[in-house]
């Protein structure tokens, strides 16, 4: 089963969709990008996911009580998205994939943008 990642927001950012992203490619090179976030001493993408409580109980079709929807500043993501990018034009050896990944961060970071302009939350969604 493949997964991405698409970006949240509370409340909605007028301007932007982040279900617009192809985050297959984030999804598929989290661990990496996790790794190098460390490195760079930002936090890691895998630590902006969150999902509500109905999200995580129609996704394994149980009843979960207690599951916190976590909400981020959108300037601590553009912490982390600006450092990776920078990090993946000057070794965009290291991924297979470092146009794709840099198009699905710079639209990222045009989301964050208008977050942070808006004064919105926001955390990362995976959809299975």
Not at 14 to 26: A, H
Request: aromatic share 8%; glycine share 6%; proline share 3%.
């Amino acid at each position: 089963m493949g997964y991405a990642l698409f970006i949240t927001f509370n409340p909605h950012v007028s301007g932007v969709d982040g279900w617009d992203i192809c985050g297959k490619t984030l999804a598929h090179h989290l661990e990496k990008l996790d790794d190098v976030a460390r490195q760079l001493q930002l936090l890691p993408l895998g630590e902006m996911i969150s999902v509500s409580e109905e999200y995580l109980e129609d996704l394994i079709d149980e009843d979960i009580k207690g599951c916190q929807e976590q909400w981020l500043l959108p300037s601590v993501g553009l912490l982390t998205v600006n450092g990776l990018m920078s990090f993946i034009q000057e070794n965009s050896n290291h991924f297979h994939a470092a146009s794709q990944l840099l198009e699905d961060l710079s639209h990222l970071r045009h989301c964050l943008n208008h977050a942070d302009q808006q004064s919105t939350l926001f955390h990362l969604t995976p959809d299975f």
